[in-house]
């Protein structure tokens, strides 16, 4: 029959039995359930037990062993015990146990100083936390999966992980190993370049093997993220330009809808403006264009569509570049927002360069409107032209009032010729 005990300790208040726990872990529970039989909180058991593996590892040591030893809540059985009753894993467990042993006498580590102090109470950890793996439960074992699953040895907890542990981890740890020995002889008969160099060296190797596949799997991440940023880009790229350039001739057709003439044409000129912008997207962005040349061909396109008269003033000029480009079709959109819903006989569009900035103004005194009343389903506002402005690292300000007309200022840095 299994006991159990509380999941979370109660300060001052010890209770027994001592069990593992198995909600309130991070490993194996020892300080959860050490927490919980002590009444203190598991923070400063896991913080002692962290400051006692670097005197010479006994904290990890002391783990291991009671992970091993001590059962877990809601089991009857611990690690060791389970363990002990397989033949044949019990067999394995003492073949590594020599097999460890014999590597350390051979490597003659008690020689290295104080590096054996270290390193053979970690050897001896190592060889009980696979002896763990091998005795724990199947709950325990989904449990360190899951915990394997967020660090970097994930891939040991695959479907093939025992084939990984051989063909990967063991080697890199071996060569880890013998770098660390390589460097405890700094000092020796070969003096202290050759040891610190062939040690290092061995060490990065060893680590390199161990890592790789985290590293991969980073890149591999951090290219997919790339991709899925430059492609968000694209989407949102299109998304503008069917606003700017479909949608408004859709709307103009449904103006003309009479004129048969009329809605043929524009629908040609529709299908040429986006078959070139679909398969040749640079061409309309010559090196001749200019500041003051886009919109000028603003004011043509919204004067030539809606018949309505377009007051331009430009002050200064500079070469097209994204910034340019992008507050352009922004204030394009403005004044197309303008000539179909204000009302308003005339548009008139300011742009101004200098020196720091680029500047862009949209008037009309129409009839003007209330942001809070547009339909959500509208992204013209939004998409066409604040977000296209933040893009270039600008701003966009509407000003609005029903009967008082609308004004939109863009502002984006101009960047250094």
Same mark, same amino acid.
Not at 340 to 350: D, H
């Given at each position: &029959?299994?006991?159990?005990?509380?999941?979370?300790?109660?300060?001052?208040? +010890?209770?027994?039995?001592?069990?593992?726990?198995?909600?309130?872990?991070?490993?194996?529970?020892?300080? !959860? !359930?050490?927490?919980?039989?002590?009444?203190?909180?598991?923070?400063t058991l896991r913080i002692a037990f962290c400051l006692a593996t670097f005197v010479f590892s006994s904290g990890l040591v002391a783990y291991v062993a009671l992970w091993l030893l001590v059962p877990r809540s809601g089991e009857d059985e611990s690690v060791a015990q389970r363990l002990s009753k397989s033949r044949r894993k019990s067999s394995l467990f003492i073949a590594l146990v020599v097999s460890a042993l014999a590597i350390?006498?051979?490597?003659?580590?008690?020689?290295?100083?104080?590096? #054996?102090?270290?390193?053979?109470?970690?050897?001896?950890? &190592?060889?009980g936390l696979v002896a763990v793996w091998w005795g724990s439960s199947s709950d325990e074992q989904s449990h360190l999966k899951s915990v394997l699953a967020a660090t970097p040895l994930r891939s040991i907890s695959t479907a093939r992980g025992g084939r990984a542990i051989v063909l990967r981890v063991l080697p890199g740890l071996v060569?880890?190993?013998? #770098?660390?020995?390589?460097?405890?002889?700094?000092g020796g008969v070969w003096g202290a370049a050759v040891p610190a160099i062939i040690g290092a060296g061995v060490v990065v190797v060893g680590g390199a093997i161990i890592f790789a596949p985290w590293w991969l799997e980073t890149v591999r991440d951090l290219t997919q993220e790339r991709r899925e940023r430059v492609r968000a880009e694209e989407r949102s790229a299109m998304v503008a330009h069917l606003h700017d350039s479909v949608l408004q001739t859709l709307t103009l057709i449904e103006r003309v809808a009479g004129n048969e003439g009329e809605v043929r044409r524009l629908a040609r000129n529709q299908e040429r403006e986006l078959r070139q912008w679909l398969y040749n997207p640079t061409a309309h962005a010559t090196s001749s264009a200019t500041f003051a040349s886009m919109l000028r061909s603003v004011e043509a396109d919204v004067e030539d569509d809606y018949g309505i008269s377009v007051e331009l003033v430009v002050v200064g000029d500079c070469a097209a570049d994204e910034t340019v480009t992008s507050l352009v079709r922004a204030a394009r959109? +403005?004044?197309?927002?303008?000539?179909?819903?204000?009302?308003?006989?005339?548009?008139?569009?300011?742009?101004?360069?200098?020196?720091?900035?680029?500047s862009i103004f949209v008037r009309d005194t129409g009839t003007g409107f209330d942001r809070a009343q547009v339909p959500s389903d509208r992204h013209g506002i939004t998409a066409s032209i604040e977000e296209r402005t933040a893009k270039v690292g600008g701003t966009a300000t509407l000003t609005?009032?029903? !009967?008082? !007309?609308?004004?939109?200022?863009?502002?984006?840095?101009?960047? +250094?010729?």
């Open positions: &029959m299994s006991v159990t005990t509380s999941d979370r300790p109660t300060l001052g208040v +010890a209770q027994r039995p001592f069990r593992r726990s198995s909600t309130n872990s991070v490993l194996g529970g020892v300080c !959860g !359930g050490l927490a919980v039989r002590l009444g203190i909180r598991e923070r350390l006498a051979a490597l003659y580590v008690d020689r290295q100083g104080g590096f #054996g102090k270290f390193f053979v109470p970690f050897a001896l950890s &190592m060889v060569l880890v190993v013998l #770098g660390l020995i390589v460097l405890g002889r700094i959109e +403005a004044a197309l927002n303008a000539a179909k819903w204000s009302g308003a006989p005339a548009v008139s569009i300011f742009g101004e360069v200098e020196p720091g900035s680029i609005s009032a029903l !009967g008082r !007309g609308t004004e939109v200022t863009l502002v984006a840095p101009r960047k +250094a010729p």
